[in-house]
């Protein structure tokens, strides 16, 4: 439900405009194609996805020698839901313990916010979670990282502003061994003003991982904002290069209508979107399961 909520503006974008469409046609024609194409990537669920799936549904028109508009919307979901079974769901990989979770991402994407979000879902399935709070280049992002370890009931490791980074992962680590933690998710800073300065201080805390704590589990999350489009992929595309990301977490998707982007990125970048953000609140970070989603934009 929370699901549905969450995407309702996409779902108007997409299957309320759809409807207006078929309403307004007598009878299935190239026209009516055109437009249809036109709203899919006015969802931003990108041009060769749209194209693809306008493609298979001509097919279908064609085999089935279909006439009716209304005939279409139940084959678009289905055709949908088979290209989008291709980004089969992937789990985070916080097995077995321990596991240590690297969170990357420019400010302001909703780092702190999922982060929070994510240890609030694996202390609920009974695994024990610290934070560490390796951005350290401003000293909000400490704080919002320590407000939210209070509300979720676990514990951050943090050092003063402008600390290196790489230390508070280092004794984070020390600390998450010690207390036998499950789960150590780590902040990052993330300025990408500069790729060279990302590389070295994202380079950095990877390598105190490798040498520190190379029994964990290891899981590399990029968190991207759904409401800046194309943006996002850009921003994806940079981090891929300079660090070894292993999964998606794409906020903001009750904030656009143009939710198709989850579809656009994990096609684009061939990396899983493991999680979505549907809200502010604790609960509003789910799993991306492709038809419960498919499912909530059409049902
Ligand atoms: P950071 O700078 O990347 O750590 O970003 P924050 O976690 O501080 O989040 C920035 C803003 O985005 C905050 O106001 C959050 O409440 C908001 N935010 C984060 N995730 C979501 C989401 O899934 N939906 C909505 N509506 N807001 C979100």
Redesign the pocket.
């Given at each position: 439900k929370r699901l549905k909520e969450?995407l309702s503006k996409t779902k108007k974008g997409i299957t309320d405009k759809i409807d207006v469409l078929i309403k307004s046609y007598q009878k299935i024609d190239e026209e009516l194609f055109e437009e249809l194409e036109e709203i899919l990537i006015g969802a931003d669920i990108g041009v060769s996805t749209t194209m693809e799936v306008i493609e298979e549904l001509k097919d279908t028109v064609k085999e089935r020698k279909l006439v009716e508009p209304q005939e279409i919307k139940e084959i678009l979901q289905e055709k949908l839901t088979i290209i989008l079974n291709e980004l089969s769901f992937t789990a985070l990989n916080v097995e077995p313990s321990p596991s240590i979770i690297l969170v990357v991402?420019?400010?302001?994407?909703?780092?702190?916010?999922?982060?929070?979000?994510i240890a609030h879902k694996l202390k609920k399935q009974g695994k024990k979670v610290v934070l560490a709070a390796g951005?350290t280049f401003r000293a909000a992002?400490i704080d919002?990282l320590k407000i939210w370890g209070d509300r979720v009931g676990v514990d951050v490791i943090k050092h003063q502003e402008g600390s290196d980074p790489a230390a508070v992962v280092y004794d984070a680590i020390q600390a998450a061994k010690a207390r036998n933690v499950d789960v150590l998710i780590c902040?990052t800073a993330?300025r990408l003003h500069n790729k060279k300065n990302l590389m070295n201080e994202l380079g950095k805390v990877f390598k105190v991982v490798e040498r520190e704590f190379p029994e964990a589990s290891k899981e590399v999350l990029l968190?991207l904002?759904a409401t800046t489009g194309q943006n996002a992929i850009q921003q994806a595309k940079t981090f891929k290069e300079v660090a070894n990301i292993s999964g998606l977490v794409l906020?903001?998707?009750?904030?656009t209508a143009k939710g198709g982007i989850v579809i656009a990125i994990s096609k684009e970048l061939n990396i899983p979107v493991k999680l979505?953000?549907?809200?502010?609140k604790m609960e509003?970070?789910q799993e991306f399961h492709s038809n419960t989603f498919v499912k909530a934009l059409f049902g």
């Amino acid at each position: 439900k929370r699901l549905k909520e969450g995407l309702s503006k996409t779902k108007k974008g997409i299957t309320d405009k759809i409807d207006v469409l078929i309403k307004s046609y007598q009878k299935i024609d190239e026209e009516l194609f055109e437009e249809l194409e036109e709203i899919l990537i006015g969802a931003d669920i990108g041009v060769s996805t749209t194209m693809e799936v306008i493609e298979e549904l001509k097919d279908t028109v064609k085999e089935r020698k279909l006439v009716e508009p209304q005939e279409i919307k139940e084959i678009l979901q289905e055709k949908l839901t088979i290209i989008l079974n291709e980004l089969s769901f992937t789990a985070l990989n916080v097995e077995p313990s321990p596991s240590i979770i690297l969170v990357v991402g420019v400010n302001g994407v909703g780092k702190t916010t999922s982060i929070g979000k994510i240890a609030h879902k694996l202390k609920k399935q009974g695994k024990k979670v610290v934070l560490a709070a390796g951005d350290t280049f401003r000293a909000a992002a400490i704080d919002q990282l320590k407000i939210w370890g209070d509300r979720v009931g676990v514990d951050v490791i943090k050092h003063q502003e402008g600390s290196d980074p790489a230390a508070v992962v280092y004794d984070a680590i020390q600390a998450a061994k010690a207390r036998n933690v499950d789960v150590l998710i780590c902040d990052t800073a993330g300025r990408l003003h500069n790729k060279k300065n990302l590389m070295n201080e994202l380079g950095k805390v990877f390598k105190v991982v490798e040498r520190e704590f190379p029994e964990a589990s290891k899981e590399v999350l990029l968190v991207l904002d759904a409401t800046t489009g194309q943006n996002a992929i850009q921003q994806a595309k940079t981090f891929k290069e300079v660090a070894n990301i292993s999964g998606l977490v794409l906020t903001k998707l009750d904030g656009t209508a143009k939710g198709g982007i989850v579809i656009a990125i994990s096609k684009e970048l061939n990396i899983p979107v493991k999680l979505i953000g549907v809200g502010e609140k604790m609960e509003d970070l789910q799993e991306f399961h492709s038809n419960t989603f498919v499912k909530a934009l059409f049902g």
